[in-house]
């Protein structure tokens, strides 16, 4: 799977310690993140991450081109609720392209850690099963 990790400043170490818990799975997946918090999970795990630029400075939107283009599976944004962005408008628009193209999304621990169980236990591999039964994924009818 092609999995996407965002923090906000004050939600870094709890993704870099995420990260290192579940180091074991991430491996078999393509790794995609924000400049900074990519940067600091793999220096923690040694994990070959493509990084993108810093949210603020459109990393959000290069992460939501990707979902747009079909080419994401999970995003894990794990958001600090109570510190205001000042790029809000880029953080819904990056939620509604999860909605819009049906990526699940997690935005605090407790959902990310059940979206990765359901990873683990192959719950999550709807693209795998579509593209064995010939089902087309990630157009729609205009």
Known sequence: MRIALVAHDRKKDDMV???IAYQALFTGHELFATGTTGGRIAEATGLPIHRFRSGPLGGDQQIGALIAENRLDLLIFLRDPLMAQPHEPD?????????????????NMASAEMLLRGIWRGDLAWREIAAETGIETGEQAD
């Open 17 to 19: 310690n995420f990260a």
């Open 91 to 107: 953080i819904i628009a990056l939620l509604r392209l999860c909605d819009v193209h049906d990526v699940p999304v997690a935005t």
